[in-house]
């Protein structure tokens, strides 16, 4: 069974980091993308930073770049969200995603999500 758990989220200030893990499994790790999406309240989701399994290629939307940073770690199936600089509307429920590539932004797995909120 495909599982992929997130967790990390917390309360921070603005400026603050945070550092989001999502543990995969049931998968072949080098097999597939991994993504974090956020979804703001009342927003769409929106993707922000993905990381190829078998080659680490990453992507980063325009609006976190310099900011986050994407990594992973194949040994323990677990991909992780560094995040700096937080500002108010990096405020969502982050989740992490299963996909077969970073550009199409299609994923068939979903984590539960985790929450950031940012305080001005």
């Known amino acids: 069974e495909v599982q992929l758990v997130e967790s990390g989220g917390d309360l921070v200030q603005a400026g603050g980091s945070l550092r989001l893990s999502c543990a995969a499994s049931g998968f072949t790790f080098d097999d597939y993308v991994i993504g974090w999406i956020r979804q703001a309240p009342g927003k769409e989701r929106a993707g922000v930073a993905c990381?190829?399994?078998?080659?680490?290629?990453?992507y980063y939307a325009d609006s976190v770049k310099g900011r986050f940073t994407i990594s992973s770690d194949s040994a323990k199936n677990t991909v992780y969200l560094q995040m700096r600089s937080l500002k108010p509307e990096d405020t969502a429920v982050y989740y992490c995603?299963?996909?077969?590539?970073?550009?199409?932004?299609?994923?068939?797995?979903w984590g539960q999500g985790t929450q950031v909120t940012v305080s001005a």
């Open positions: 995603a299963r996909g077969r590539l970073c550009v199409t932004h299609e994923y068939d797995h």
């Open positions: 990381i190829s399994g078998s080659d680490g290629t990453t």
